[in-house]
């Protein structure tokens, strides 16, 4: 799908796949209005990555893109975003998003599904594209990124913190997981690289178990932002 010359929203994770997805977006000649964060139903933090709210609009501050957020349980997830696709485009004539997905065809089709009843078509420039391929393109083009949440099931808890680069990547590569994550090893935030005006600075504080993930708990820098 051609995006040039398309005005577009991004799926925003706040972490590498969704950010890699905007850079590649524009580097085929489109316009990114706005990024699109579903938190949890409290508001406080982020679906999946489980990023807090100063950190995403930290993010979209850094990236020169408003925020739009809705709040949703997993049980409202689908309904609430469709309703974020209306809310866009009504508000902001745009008829395109652009998302992060790399090959899992179930998760195409989601994002198929919710932009149809928004009247809305989506676009997924990772899709298909070399996992290893994407990680490099990503440290070389010079992003960084954090990894803040690990399934335990799949992935070890060491690896908690680390900055996604290329010796990480040697690793990574020895334990037979997915480099990139797609299967839900990992996630990340992504806090510099070359659409950024500016570094976020991350506050790293303490580690987190639940339901068979590892969290680390990410803040915002303060005396870096004021």
Known sequence: ???????????????KDSCMALYYAIQQGGN??????????????????WLIKD??????????????????????????????????????NIDYGVFGD???????????????????????????KNRLEILNNFINAGFKAKIVVINTNMMSSKFIGRDIDLSLLEEI?????????????????????????NPVELKLGDTSFRDEYFFLDVSINLLQHQ
Not at 32 to 49: A, C, D, Q, Y
């Open 1 to 15: 799908m051609d995006i040039n010359k398309k005005d577009f929203f991004c799926s925003w994770s706040g972490g």
């Open 102 to 128: 790399i090959d899992i065809e179930d998760h195409r089709l989601w994002c198929e599904k919710v932009c149809q009843v928004a009247s809305m078509t989506q676009i997924h420039p990772l899709w298909q």
């Open 173 to 197: 590569k020895t334990t037979g997981i997915d480099p990139c994550g797609e299967n839900g090893e990992y996630h990340t935030i992504v806090y510099d690289g070359p659409l950024f005006k």
């Open 55 to 92: 950190l995403i609009k930290a993010q979209s501050e850094a990236l020169r893109l408003p925020i739009y957020t809705r709040q949703a349980t997993w049980n409202t997830y689908e309904e609430e975003f469709i309703k974020g696709l209306k809310h866009i485009k009504n508000t902001n």
């Open 32 to 49: 990114p209005v706005l990024l699109f964060t579903i938190f949890e139903e409290n508001g406080e933090r982020s679906k999946s990555h």
